[in-house]
T-cell receptor
Framework: DGGITQSPKYLFRKEGQNVTLSCEQN?????MYWYRQDPGQGLRLIYY???????QKGDIAEGYSVSREKKESFPLTVTSAQKNPTAFYLC?????????????FGQGTRLTVV | GNSVTQMEGPVTLSEEAFLTINCTYT??????LFWYVQYPGEGLQLLLK?????DKGSNKGFEATYRKETTSFHLEKGSVQVSDSAVYFC?????????????FGKGTKLTVNP
C-alpha cells in the first residue's frame, strides 16, 4: 500500500526522557513535515524537510530534533527540553513536482508524558 | 507572514441543514487553498482544494470558491449528514522564505445531530 506510516499510535514517556516518533513514506515525496496538534490551536509546524540531509525549523522547533538521512524517513525526537510534550503529532508529505500539489498525512502519534 | 483565520466552533447542526464555515487568509504571494477534514483519532484528509482565483473546489457535496478580492475560501454544503461530523481545517500553501509551506487555521469542529 502506498502511504505514510507513523508509529507508534500511542506513546507514553516519563519526564526527562527523550523519545523518537517514526514517520515513513513510500510515496516518493520530496517534502516531509512534522506538526503538533493541541486542542483549540490547530496544527503548528515543528520541522520540515524538502530534500535529503536538509531540514528547517518551523514555528515551534524548540525542544525537538529531526533527521532526514533518507527520502523515505523523517523521524522526530522529542527531547527532555520540550516543556510540554503531551500532544498529537502528525507527519505529512508533499510532492514538490509540478504546480498542483497537496499534502498527505499519517494517522498520527499521541504522546503522553506520565 | 502568511496566516489563515477560520470561524471558531464548535458548530452544531441538525441533519440536512446548510453548512458554512468561514475562512479568510493573508498571503504575500499567490497561494493554493485547501480544506482538510479530520475524523476522531485520525490524521487529516484533503477534502478539496483550489489553486487560483475564482477556482471552485468540490468533493462529497462540499464546495469552496477561491475569492481573491475578499481573500476568502468559505466551505459550504447544502445538506449535512451525521457522517460529516469532524474537525475541518482551512489551509494555504505558499512560498515563504524560499520554501513551500502549509499554514493551517485552528480548525472548526462540526457536530451533526440526527
Amino acid at each position: 500500500d502506498g502511504g505514510i506510516t507513523q508509529s507508534p499510535k500511542y506513546l507514553f514517556r516519563k519526564e526527562g526522557q527523550n523519545v523518537t516518533l517514526s514517520c515513513e513514506q513510500n510515496l516518493n515525496h520530496d517534502a516531509m513535515y512534522w506538526y503538533r496538534q493541541d486542542p483549540g490551536q490547530g496544527l503548528r509546524l515543528i520541522y520540515y524537510s524538502q530534500i535529503v540531509n536538509d531540514f528547517q525549523k518551523g514555528d515551534i522547533a524548540e525542544g525537538y530534533s529531526v533527521s532526514r538521512e533518507k527520502k523515505e524517513s523523517f523521524p522526530l525526537t522529542v527531547t527532555s527540553a520540550q516543556k510540554n510534550p503531551t500532544a498529537f503529532y502528525l507527519c505529512a508529505t508533499e510532492s514538490l513536482q509540478g504546480a498542483d500539489t497537496e499534502a498527505f498525512f499519517g494517522q498520527g502519534t499521541r504522546l503522553t508524558v506520565v | 507572514g502568511n496566516s489563515v483565520t477560520q470561524m471558531e466552533g464548535p458548530v452544531t447542526l441538525s441533519e440536512e441543514a446548510f453548512l458554512t464555515i468561514n475562512c479568510t487568509y493573508t498571503a504575500t504571494g499567490y497561494p493554493s487553498l485547501f480544506w482538510y477534514v479530520q475524523y476522531p483519532g485520525e490524521g487529516l484528509q484533503l477534502l478539496l482544494k483550489a489553486t487560483k482565483a475564482d477556482d471552485k473546489g468540490s468533493n462529497k457535496g462540499f464546495e469552496a470558491t477561491y475569492r481573491k478580492e475578499t481573500t476568502s475560501f468559505h466551505l459550504e454544503k447544502g445538506s449535512v449528514q451525521v457522517s460529516d461530523s469532524a474537525v475541518y481545517f482551512c489551509a494555504l500553501s505558499d512560498l515563504e522564505g524560499g520554501s513551500e509551506k502549509l499554514v493551517f487555521g485552528k480548525g472548526t469542529k462540526l457536530t451533526v445531530n440526527p
